[in-house]
Nanobody
Framework: EVQLVEFGGGLVQPGGSLRLSCATSGFDFSSAYMNWARQAPGKGLEWVCGINSDGTTACAYSVKGRFTISRDNAQSKLYLQLNSLRIEDTAMYYC?????RGQGTQVTVSS
C-alpha cells in the first residue's frame, strides 16, 4: 500500500521559512518522480515543484528562487524548503507520486 505522509506546515509571517517533509512507503521511492502540489482555499490544485529520480528539479515560476525540492532516497523522504514566504503561498501542500497524494499539511502565511 502506497503511503504518503506530509508534515512540517504551520503559521509563519511573510518573509519567513518552513521546511515540509513527506515520509513515504509502499513503493520504490528511489526510482519515482515525486512532486509537491498545493491548493489554496477556493482554488484548484497547483503543481509547485517536481524532482526526478536522478535529482533534477523544476519549480513553478511563482515559487522559483524561493522554494527548493529535494529528496533522501535512503530514507524514502521528500522535502520542500519554503523561503521568503508570501501571503499568497497560503495553501494545503501535498506530496505526490503521480496522482496519489497524502493528506496534506497546511501552510498559512499571515502577519
Amino acid at each position: 500500500e502506497v503511503q504518503l505522509v506530509e508534515f512540517g506546515g504551520g503559521l509563519v509571517q511573510p518573509g519567513g521559512s518552513l521546511r515540509l517533509s513527506c515520509a513515504t512507503s509502499g513503493f520504490d521511492f528511489s526510482s519515482a518522480y515525486m512532486n509537491w502540489a498545493r491548493q489554496a482555499p477556493g482554488k484548484g490544485l497547483e503543481w509547485v515543484c517536481g524532482i526526478n529520480s536522478d535529482g533534477t528539479t523544476a519549480c513553478a515560476y511563482s515559487v522559483k528562487g524561493r522554494f527548493t525540492i529535494s529528496r533522501d532516497n535512503a530514507q524514502s523522504k521528500l522535502y520542500l524548503q519554503l523561503n521568503s514566504l508570501r501571503i499568497e503561498d497560503t495553501a494545503m501542500y501535498y506530496c505526490r507520486r503521480g496522482q496519489e497524494r497524502g493528506q496534506g499539511t497546511q501552510v498559512t502565511v499571515s502577519s
